[in-house]
Every structure is written in structure tokens, then in C-alpha cells.
């Protein structure tokens, strides 16, 4: 597995470093820092030693040749720079998919970090003077083998998995293991550790711009993050990919990438076979003359549990990746380096919003639950930290859950959105409310700046966007959204009263209790593996519940209490 891990070992009793298998090292006092590079944009990586400090960046930096370029010199001696010119905080000038630590010498201070998205997943635990900080749960898990102990579960972390499909505030799968969030640093100073915001994604104050002039300097930064994606891929000679649905998240980034002058983008699309994310998206790509693979996506998606776990190292339910390890399967001789995804579009048209007319106090979301069987409990300690709602979903569920997908790509690629790019994000969140409810400003802003992209069919809608647009200007914007106002209060019901349905989901892209009704296959595999795990759990209260789970659960739910048994196999 590629990645990362680094230990301070006081009582120095084990230091050997076969387990990790042929790795790069760097020893120096009671440090030890291990690294397995994935072989792909070796550029941006760095590993190395000098007599003020040790250097470990992993990933990939957009914005690389930029810095360069302003202090003049190659990427080690940037860095390097970087550091001096802000010792604390110099990740915050870095723009990508990256994580890293970094040890300053004439204190031992260490600093980790993140990346400002967070889909790069740095864990950290402090135990049996030890500290330890790792890419991934699996090396954490390696090196406790390695000197005889084990991880402990985290019983509240296990049913926030699934009751929301991810684990909330910092929390992992096991005991005294922790995570960092999105845009958050890690520093061990004075034998103090402690964690901290070095950005964080803000949605006050608003913008005094008019709506149009919103849209262009929206447009100037979407543009600027697409070609920071694609470009890095050129300047390394990848094949430039960008995933494609029927929605307009990803249409619009494989849309302005062609308008940029990308050509021969390779579309990828998975989804059930002949509806709208499948008829759409390959018109699309041939309409701009782009590579288009498709790969049908069935019940079979989730009959690998164990492998996707392993890679999510926990922290997330399997159920996040349908078909994206199957896609890239299918596009292993394609030469792709980063690929390129509609991740978070949803956060341009406030998604997670109560009101379009102001924002309201934090409170934990009530939608998209994996079950009401159990009651989710949020202290206000947790909510204090954040200043409303949106932004608490933002940080605790989509980038907790739909952004750490990209785990499962990570081994062989690197994988990022346009709407995550910090500079866009910055921008868009400040956006007025009542312009990005309702999907109001994607829509003119494709109309205003690619009225072309307009003319196809939003599966969300199964009408052409454009189509909306006219409806909406002919019979007036209130009256107009009276319909979706109509269908988010009907829908809230049906949640509350526990109904499996919602009104919006015209076509699902992954209809999994259509799936499991259907297949023989996947119900054998959940049986089966209930029946062969359910026995390593031995807090009685929580198997008693993982049991009642399976029994009477939907879909979902078996798929579930599936994701946390692999857990309890392949950690505990």
C-alpha cells in the first residue's frame, strides 16, 4: 500500500522497519519516518533531510510550477522557501491533493497537515508513549502487529457509521485514534499535541457583488481550478480524464475543459446501463469529440466489501464507492495520473441550506440517513466550532463522506473536483443565498457563459436545463420554485416518518434496493458474510443491534452492518 507514516518511539524498544516492507526511511533520534511513494507525479513529491529539518510531502501540487515561478527556483528549494516564509502555516499556499509532516530540528516541533478538502486522510493517536502519525489506518494496524498489540473499537464512532455511512468530528473506527479534518494542521510542540484549523471553509460574510458580477469572477476561478486539474496531467503526460454523468457537476467541468482547449478528454461513465446518466453523458462526449468509456454498474459493485474497506481504511461505509473502483479497472491501460470528478458540485447550490433567505444555526442534518434504528447523538461542544448549518455539513458530512471516495482511487491515481479548488470554494460559498438555492446560479451561469450546455437533459429534472430556464422566466421565479419548495417539504416528511422514497430521485444512479431485490448474488454475499463475522463482535449491545440491523433493515442496512464487520476483520 502506498503512503506514509511517521512514530515517535520514547521507549525505543522496536525499531525495526521490515514491516513496512521496501520503503524510503529517514531515522533521526526517536523519529522514524517511513514512505511508500506511489509512482505518479513524482515531481511534486518530496522526502528528504537536512540539518534544520526532515520533509515529507506526498501527493500532488496544482499549483507547483506557480510557486515555482515566483521564487525562481526547482520545487525543493520552493519549499524550502515556503517554510521560511511561514513556518507554521505554508501549507495553506500549497493548492491540491496532498498531505505531509514536517520536523523542525532545533525543537523537535512537528507539524502534519492535510490538504484544505481533507480527501487525503491523515489519522494521529498518542498511547503507550508513543505518537504516531500515519496516511493510513492500515499501516497504524501493521505497526501495532509488529510489536504485539492491537486496536480497540470505538463504539460510538461504529454507530455513526452506520447511521450516517462516515464517522463524525475527528473520530476513527478505533480508540484513541483520531483524524483530521479538512484544511486542518497537527502539531506535537512542548509534549503537547494538538490539532487546529489552518483554513476553513467560510459562508459569512457575503459578497456585495450583483448576481452578474458573481458569475464572472465565479466563471474566471472555475476555469482557473479545471485547468490547474488538467494542466498538471499534460505537464506530466497523462491522459486528461474527467468522469461524466447526467448532472451538472461534471458535465461542466468536462465542459469548460473543452472550452479551454483540452482535447481528446477521456469521459468515463458508471452508472445502470441505459439511463439518463448513460444516454446523456455519452452524447456529450461525442458531441465535443471526446473518449467516452462506459461501465455498467450492477448489484456485483457491492460484493467486495473487504477490498473497498481496506482501502477506506474504515472510516467511511463501502457503499460510497459504487462503481469508481470498477471504472478504474477498466481504465488501467488509459495512462491516467489525476482524475478529474464532479465531487461537491452540490455545495454551489447550497445544498445543505434550511432557508434561501439566511443561514441557520448548526444542528446535524437529517437527510441521506443509512437508518433510523439508532439515534444519533451531537454534542454542542462539537457544533460550537462550526457558524451554521450548511458549513457544519459541509465538514462533517460531505467531505466527511462523499470526498473520502477518492480513497479508493488513491492507490493507483490521484483524484480531485473543481468545486474543492480553495480559491473557487472561497469564492462560491460567500455567494448570496438566495442566488445559489435552486440550483438559480449554476443555471445562469451556464447560460450566461455556455448556453450550450444548457440544451441537454438534467437527469435531476429529465428536462433539458434550459428548458427551466425559460419556464422560469415565463411564469416567474416563485411560482416556479413552488414545485421544488413543494417536493424538499414532502420529502422531509417521508424522512421523518421513516419512508424510503423521495420525490426528487427521477433516476438513481445507484438504485441499491432495486439491486438487492433483484440479485441473488448480492443477497447470498451479505448472508453469507453476516453469517461468517457477526461473531467477532463482542460487545453484546452492539452485536444485539447489528443483528436487529441485518434482520429488519433495507438494503442499506445489511449493507451496513457488511461495511462494520470487514472492519472488525481486516483491524480488530
Not at 458573481?214 to 476555469?223: A, S, V
Request: charged letters at 25%; aromatic letters at 14%.
Amino acid at each position: 500500500m502506498f503512503g506514509w507514516i511517521v512514530i515517535k518511539n520514547t521507549i525505543n524498544d522496536n525499531n525495526d522497519i521490515g514491516w513496512m516492507g521496501n520503503c524510503k526511511s529517514i531515522i533521526y533520534k526517536e523519529y522514524i519516518f517511513l514512505y511508500n511513494p506511489m509512482n505518479k507525479f513524482k515531481d511534486d513529491k518530496l522526502f528528504f533531510e537536512d540539518n534544520e529539518k526532515i520533509v515529507l510531502l506526498d501527493g500532488v501540487v496544482f499549483n507547483k510550477q506557480e510557486l515555482c515561478s515566483r521564487f525562481d527556483k526547482d520545487w525543493k528549494h520552493t519549499f524550502e522557501n515556503l517554510l521560511k516564509k511561514n513556518e507554521d502555516y505554508f501549507m495553506d499556499s500549497l493548492r491540491g491533493s496532498f498531505c505531509g509532516v514536517v520536523l523542525y530540528k532545533k525543537n523537535d516541533k512537528i507539524i502534519a497537515f492535510t490538504n484544505h478538502s481533507g480527501e487525503r486522510t491523515v489519522y494521529y493517536t498518542e498511547m503507550d508513549r508513543r505518537i504516531i502519525i500515519t496516511s493510513h489506518c492500515s499501516f497504524l494496524r501493521n505497526y501495532y502487529k509488529n510489536i504485539g498489540k492491537k486496536l480497540e473499537p470505538c463504539r460510538e464512532a461504529h454507530y455513526e457509521l452506520l447511521i450516517t455511512g462516515s464517522i463524525l468530528f475527528g473520530k476513527t473506527p478505533f480508540n484513541g485514534v483520531y483524524r483530521l479534518a479538512a484544511g486542518q494542521r497537527l502539531v506535537y510542540a512542548n509534549k503537547i499535541l494538538r490539532n487546529e484549523f489552518y483554513h476553513m471553509f467560510r459562508n459569512i460574510p457575503e459578497h456585495s457583488f450583483s448576481l452578474e458580477e458573481c458569475i464572472n469572477e465565479g466563471d474566471r476561478l472555475f476555469r482557473q481550478a479545471v485547468d490547474r486539474i488538467f494542466r498538471k496531467n499534460v505537464e506530466y503526460g497523462y491522459q486528461c480524464e474527467c468522469d461524466l454523468s447526467g448532472g451538472l457537476d461534471s458535465r461542466m467541468a468536462t465542459w469548460v475543459a473543452h472550452d479551454l482547449g483540452y482535447k481528446d478528454v477521456l469521459n468515463i461513465c458508471y452508472c445502470v446501463e441505459g439511463n439518463l446518466d448513460h444516454t446523456v453523458s455519452k452524447q456529450i462526449a461525442e458531441d465535443l469529440g471526446n473518449s467516452y468509456l462506459f461501465i455498467p454498474m450492477d448489484g456485483s459493485v457491492f460484493e467486495d466489501g473487504e477490498r473497498k474497506v481496506e482501502l477506506f481504511g474504515g472510516q467511511v461505509d463501502y457503499i460510497v464507492c459504487t462503481g469508481a473502483l470498477k471504472a478504474l479497472d477498466a481504465a488501467r491501460n488509459k495512462n491516467l495520473g489525476c482524475m478529474c470528478t464532479g465531487l461537491l458540485g452540490e455545495l454551489q447550490n447550497a445544498y445543505w441550506i434550511e432557508s434561501a433567505d439566511y443561514h441557520t444555526a448548526p444542528g446535524y442534518y437529517d437527510r441521506d440517513l443509512r437508518t433510523h434504528l439508532f439515534k444519533l447523538n451531537i454534542s454542542e461542544q462539537n457544533m460550537e466550532q462550526y457558524e451554521n448549518y450548511e458549513q457544519m455539513n459541509l465538514y462533517e458530512h460531505s467531505a466527511n463522506m462523499y470526498l473520502l471516495s477518492a480513497l479508493v482511487r488513491q492507490q493507483e491515481v490521484e483524484v480531485s473536483s473543481p468545486f474543492i479548488d480553495v480559491d473557487y470554494l472561497d469564492f462560491i460559498y460567500k455567494v448570496p443565498l438566495r442566488w445559489r438555492a435552486n440550483y438559480g446560479y449554476v443555471k445562469k451561469w451556464m447560460t450566461v457563459k455556455y448556453p450550450k450546455s444548457t440544451q441537454y437533459i438534467w437527469q435531476h429534472t429529465g428536462s433539458p436545463v434550459n428548458d427551466d430556464v425559460k419556464l422560469a422566466q415565463k411564469i416567474g421565479r416563485g411560482v416556479f420554485n413552488a414545485e421544488d419548495y413543494a417536493k424538499r417539504f414532502l420529502n422531509k416528511v417521508l424522512r421523518i416518518a421513516k419512508i424510503n422514497y423521495q420525490l426528487y430521485r427521477k433516476q438513481e444512479m445507484n438504485p441499491v434496493n432495486t439491486w438487492y431485490r433483484n440479485s441473488e448474488s448480492l443477497r447470498s454475499y451479505l448472508d453469507n458474510y453476516y453469517a461468517d463475522n457477526i461473531n467477532r463482535v463482542m460487545d453484546n449491545k452492539m452485536k444485539d443491534d447489528l443483528m436487529q440491523l441485518f434482520q429488519e433493515g433495507n438494503a442499506f442496512g445489511k449493507l451496513e452492518v457488511v461495511n462494520l464487520l470487514a472492519i472488525y476483520k481486516l483491524y480488530l
